[in-house]
């Protein structure tokens, strides 16, 4: 793993809402730290709505993670674009985030508790 990154398990429930609608819940969530960047949560997509996301076309990568697949989410108010990304395959170092679901602040609540 890089020096740099920290991967922990959350102690406690997690709740992803966009605006007033649920996308998911879980006791199962994993906190990233890279650096001086926020830390950020990442949920198992078992505990997630999968009905609610559309996947995108946009794909990124990071040299530490790997490529990064993306999702909009279908709320109520219209579509969330690019709100949801997730490390499909990342790279062997970062095995724990597999087969989970991070999401931008800015378009996605995360609740601890």
């Not at 649920?22 to 994993?30: C, H």
């Not at 730290?33 to 946009?58: H, N, Q, W």
């Amino acid at each position: 793993m890089a020096s740099h990154i920290t991967i922990s398990p959350i102690s406690g429930p997690v709740t992803v809402t966009a605006g007033a609608t649920r996308i998911g819940q879980s006791d199962r969530a994993l906190e990233l730290r890279e650096g001086s960047y926020p830390p950020v949560i990442y949920v198992p997509r078992d505990d997630v709505d999968m009905d609610k996301l559309e996947k995108t076309t946009r794909a990124t990568t990071c040299p530490w993670k790997g490529q990064a697949s993306y999702y909009s989410v279908k709320a109520p108010d219209g579509l969330l674009e690019n709100a949801v990304w997730s490390y499909e395959s990342p790279l062997p170092e970062m095995g724990a985030i597999a087969g989970h679901l991070a999401f931008y602040p800015d378009k996605v609540t995360v609740t601890r508790g």
